[in-house]
């Protein structure tokens, strides 16, 4: 184990896992995405938030068909029923306990601060069984307590597409994230569901007015586990300033995405880019804002990453990147895992 063990804000592992016909084992090391536990071990990737979403079936938008004069814009995806929703979040999350039960004490799913904190002096690969989008969630919160029990505890309102609680911002270059309504009341009543359970929000792909929403009810640290700075990348996904002082002002943190056209000042999709533009999101945060706000959330088997990184192996060559830009062990370990541990202890109940 490293001195500076990898805690993640996002994968899409599962549903990497789930949607292949013929999967590769997650025990085995491969070449098939971005994540599996020998690499994890090889990477020092510690665990991470483990996300569970329902793709829309059928649909497909690429940004290709949506170009514009300087960038692109997508239009959102329609919306999931909570029937499909629900039967594909209890298979993700199936997948993810069977992972726990397969791995011989190498994979836990942590519902407190203190399984953390075991598992990263253990060297057990943590998971946190997260949501992407509530389309499962009724709005009587029934899902919510079972789901709870079962050890959700981190939930992000909407992905990008609107649902009964709200709306995110679409895949669009450039834009500001202001591109629709806030949270609807059903939106602000999981909010106050959530803080009464201990269960994290997750404010990425929120757009602005629903940021804002959240940071008026909630009594959580605000959070974003996969968003850049937007004064670097101005994508609708990443966060303003303003949002990242608010951030910093309720103690809470961001983790950096590694999407390379969330990095890019330019937004675009070339995969040909230095592990610094990595390093240029952390140190915009870290200086500006403070170094407790800032960690990591890489968004593997979810999104498109830089070359020089591939997969989860890169990451000791982007612990030496943020060593050059001059962050001392203290910080490193901050930027790891230490600020995650902290926001998570302060939500948690
Ligand atoms: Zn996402």
Redesign the pocket.
């Known amino acids: 184990m490293t001195d500076f063990p990898i805690f993640d804000g ?1 994968n899409d592992t599962l549903l990497r896992l789930h949607m292949s016909d013929d999967p590769p084992s997650f025990f085995t090391e491969s070449s098939a995405g971005h994540l599996d536990l020998p690499r994890a071990k090889k990477g020092g990737f510690a665990g991470g938030f483990f996300a569970v979403y329902t793709p829309n079936m059928n649909y497909e938008a690429e940004p290709e068909d949506h170009m514009t004069e300087n960038g692109y814009d997508v239009p959102l995806p329609p919306k999931v029923s909570l029937e499909q929703a629900l039967t594909f979040t209890h298979a993700l999350a199936a997948k993810l306990f069977k992972l726990e039960s397969e791995a011989d004490g190498q994979l836990k799913v942590v519902r407190n601060a203190d399984d953390l904190r075991y598992c990263l002096k253990n060297d057990i690969l943590a998971a946190i069984f997260h949501i ?1 989008g509530a389309e499962a969630i009724d709005t009587n919160f029934d899902a919510l307590h079972v789901l709870y029990q079962a050890g959700l505890r981190s939930l992000g309102p909407v ?1 990008s597409r609107p649902n009964v609680y709200g709306e995110g911002v679409p895949f669009r270059y450039p834009s500001s994230p202001d591109t629709g309504d806030g949270l609807t009341d059903n939106g602000k009543a999981l909010v106050h569901e959530c803080n009464k359970l201990g269960i994290m929000l997750d404010n ?2 929120l757009n602005e007015k629903g940021f804002w929403d959240v940071a008026d009810l909630t009594d959580a640290p605000l959070v974003a586990t ?1 968003s850049n700075a937007h004064a670097l990348s101005p994508i609708a996904r990443n966060l303003t300033d303003k949002q990242l002082t608010a951030i910093a002002e309720s103690n809470g943190v961001v983790g950096i995405n590694y999407a390379v056209n969330m990095l890019r000042e330019d937004g675009g999709l070339g995969t040909d880019i230095s592990l610094d533009e990595i390093v240029r999101h952390v140190a915009y945060i870290a200086e500006k804002f403070g170094i407790e706000h800032v960690a990591l959330g890489s ?1 593997f088997d ?1 999104t498109t990453v830089p070359d020089s990184l591939k997969d989860v192996r890169g990451l000791p060559k982007l612990i030496e990147r943020l060593k050059a830009h001059g962050f001392h062990d203290g910080e490193l370990q901050k930027i790891t895992h230490g600020n995650w541990v902290r926001v998570l202890e302060d939500t948690w109940k």
Do not use: A, F, S
């Open positions: 996002h992407e992905w990425t792909h996969h968004d979810g």
